[in-house]
């Protein structure tokens, strides 16, 4: 048995200091009395204590996944508004599923320190209140004159984890416990990450597919990792393109267009925040009990990730 997934605080990430820093403190570490401890930093400048923020840059091109969702909006022509309807519409699919309890069993309490006198029931990313307009005047981040990515259309930078626990069937059946679903195949696919960095889901999607033997017609539900909204644009333009498939994946047709129907019924990482180590277990979890709820079907869970990386999953009841 395996038990899979990842925890995330990104409320409180390292923060880096230079190398001039970090070779004080392991000298100060080496150091035999206190004279000598004080000694070690001596020769740092106040410069040098300047904390550098974390960043979110993918070491291979040196993007930030934001700069890369911005190429991306660029190079698929994919518009400021359509990305602010895409986020809208994540918010209020995500605060329907809530409404309707569809979280209730899936998401652990949580009792808040310091006296843990509080209990947290409730994710406390998704947005009842966002409207169209009020996306429409958040300035773009991450390039600031000509950009579009805003933090309302990206994924937040939330805390979060999520567990899932996997088996052969034999042991299930031996120990007696129910499968929520199981895994048919599954893909890992790579790309240039100078190019379109967050396209995985439109490499590794097909090769799952293929390897379950199923086409996108067979696929009951979607879930895709949802990075920014100009990501998901541009990955749905892929699934539905005869030209895109040719000239990247060397097929005759189209991997098969996702129907709007069938897409994150539940919103997704920009409307639930994306905690970079659970988003995956997250997507397979919340797909698993969709399955066990409808006692029947296929689900393709997918995931874009830095270095060009690529990841698909497809479950079945
Ligand atoms: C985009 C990003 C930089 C924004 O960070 P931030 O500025 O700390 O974000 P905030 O949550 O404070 O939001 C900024 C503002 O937008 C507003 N906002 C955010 N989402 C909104 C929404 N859906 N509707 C209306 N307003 C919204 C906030 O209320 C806030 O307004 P305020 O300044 O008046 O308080 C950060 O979320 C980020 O880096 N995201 C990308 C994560 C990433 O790279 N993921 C990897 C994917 S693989």
């Not at 190429?71 to 400021?80: C, P, Q, T, V």
């Not at 409207?131 to 600031?144: G, I, N, S, W, Y």
């Not at 199981?182 to 396209?199: E, K, N, T, V």
């Not at 988003?279 to 979890?285: K, N, Y």
Request: with cysteine; proline share 5%; hydrophobic share 45%.
């Amino acid at each position: 048995m395996v038990i899979a997934g990842g925890a995330d605080s990104l409320s409180k990430p390292p923060i880096l200091y230079n190398d001039n820093v970090t070779e004080a403190l392991m000298r100060a570490n080496a150091a035999k009395d206190t004279a000598s401890k004080l000694r070690a930093f001596a020769t740092l400048r106040p410069k040098d204590l300047a904390p550098r923020p974390p960043e979110l840059a993918d070491i291979s091109s040196g993007l930030t996944m934001g700069q890369a969702a911005e190429k991306m909006a660029r190079e698929n022509g994919i518009d400021r508004e359509s990305q602010d309807i895409y986020a809208l519409e994540s918010h209020q699919k995500a605060v329907d599923a809530w409404e309707k309890g569809v979280f209730n069993d899936e998401v652990m309490h949580l009792h808040i320190g310091p006296d843990y006198e509080h209990t947290a029931t409730k994710d406390g990313i998704p947005r009842p209140e966002t409207t169209l307009e009020a996306l429409a005047k958040l300035r773009p981040v991450f390039d600031r004159r000509y950009g579009t990515v805003t933090a309302g259309n990206a994924s937040p930078l939330t805390d979060g984890a999520a567990a899932i626990i996997l088996m052969e069937a034999d042991t299930a059946e031996r120990l007696g416990f129910a499968p929520l679903a199981f895994i048919r195949a599954w893909a890992f696919a790579g790309l240039d990450p100078s190019w379109q960095m967050l396209m995985g889901p439109a490499f590794a999607g097909p090769l799952a597919l293929d390897r379950a033997g199923l086409t996108m017609d067979d696929i009951d539900v979607v879930d895709m990792h949802e990075a920014f909204a100009s990501q998901m644009l541009s990955n749905l333009q892929a699934f539905g393109s005869d030209t895109w498939a040719k000239r990247h994946l060397g097929r005759d047709r189209a991997i098969g267009a996702i129907a709007d129907d069938k897409l994150n019924l539940y919103g997704g990482s920009i409307s639930i925040g994306h905690p970079f180590a659970a988003t995956g277990a997250r997507q397979a979890l919340t797909m698993a009990r969709e399955l066990e709820r409808r006692d029947a079907g296929t689900a393709l869970v997918t995931q874009c990730a830095a270095g060009g990386l690529g990841a698909a999953l497809v479950l079945e009841r």
